[in-house]
């Protein structure tokens, strides 16, 4: 936090765009304590607004992430068709990918957006699996503002209180998604078979590369 506090009072806005973007394009980085350390140096020193900052942390957010889906759809589509079945990624649970996207895919990555490591990745899983652009675009966008509001504002509004208890709030928000995501896997896993053939009939005919 101190490191990064320290390129946001040399370089300002500049370190959170950086930090943020890259995070959502795909490099495991630390937005989410930029985007803190941003707020709550603008509540303390006043060296920056936080309506910049929040916008900043939001716009950079959409942006990387939809750099990060571009890639997943060009070259994260192409692997799982290539080479998914070396790691058991059969042309059926592919599609079947392709179809929890199709249906559930706003929710994953508004979701995404609050919780590390599938803040990182959500913009390249959504491209591979062939999230409808439009569906992408407004879940990433709407995610992405909510997330920078709460968290910016929030530790603007509380100083280094917040700081306290941003651990907590993540370790919580983690839990939970993570349990809703083992109950998720379970239920794909008993009625895997099923869940395929909807996704066929849903989306019939061969996979093809882009």
């Given at each position: 936090?101190?490191?990064?506090?320290?390129?946001?009072?040399?370089?300002?806005?500049?370190?959170?765009?950086?930090?943020?973007?890259?995070?959502?394009?795909?490099?495991?980085?630390?937005?989410?304590?930029?985007?803190?350390?941003?707020?709550?140096?603008?509540?303390?020193?006043?060296?920056?607004?936080?309506?910049?900052?929040?916008?900043?942390?939001?716009?950079?957010?959409?942006?990387?992430?939809?750099?990060?889906?571009?890639?997943?759809?060009?070259?994260?589509?192409?692997?799982?068709?290539?080479?998914?079945?070396?790691?058991?990624?059969?042309?059926?649970?592919?599609?079947?990918?392709?179809?929890?996207?199709?249906?559930?895919?706003?929710?994953?990555?508004?979701?995404?957006?609050?919780?590390?490591?599938?803040?990182?990745?959500?913009?390249?899983?959504?491209?591979?699996?062939?999230?409808?652009?439009?569906?992408?675009?407004?879940?990433?966008?709407?995610?992405?503002?909510?997330?920078?509001?709460?968290?910016?504002?929030?530790?603007?509004?509380?100083?280094?209180?917040?700081?306290?208890?941003?651990g907590p709030l993540v370790i919580f928000v983690v839990v939970i998604t993570v349990i809703a995501f083992i109950v998720g896997a379970m239920f794909v896993h008993r009625h895997e078979a099923q869940l395929i053939a909807e996704a066929e009939r849903a989306m019939p005919g061969p996979l093809e590369l882009?």
């Amino acid at each position: 936090m101190h490191f990064i506090a320290h390129l946001i009072h040399v370089y300002g806005l500049v370190t959170v765009a950086a930090i943020v973007g890259l995070e959502c394009v795909g490099i495991p980085l630390p937005g989410e304590t930029a985007l803190l350390a941003a707020a709550v140096y603008a509540g303390t020193k006043h060296d920056l607004n936080i309506v910049a900052v929040i916008a900043t942390a939001a716009g950079a957010a959409i942006v990387g992430r939809m750099i990060g889906y571009v890639i997943g759809r060009g070259f994260g589509h192409w692997l799982l068709l290539r080479h998914g079945h070396y790691v058991g990624m059969s042309t059926g649970r592919i599609k079947l990918g392709q179809y929890l996207f199709l249906r559930h895919g706003g929710k994953i990555v508004f979701v995404a957006q609050f919780v590390p490591v599938l803040r990182t990745f959500a913009g390249v899983f959504a491209g591979a699996n062939i999230m409808p652009s439009r569906d992408f675009l407004v879940a990433n966008t709407v995610g992405s503002i909510v997330w920078a509001v709460a968290y910016g504002y929030g530790a603007y509004a509380l100083g280094r209180e917040f700081e306290r208890l941003e651990g907590p709030l993540v370790i919580f928000v983690v839990v939970i998604t993570v349990i809703a995501f083992i109950v998720g896997a379970m239920f794909v896993h008993r009625h895997e078979a099923q869940l395929i053939a909807e996704a066929e009939r849903a989306m019939p005919g061969p996979l093809e590369l882009p």
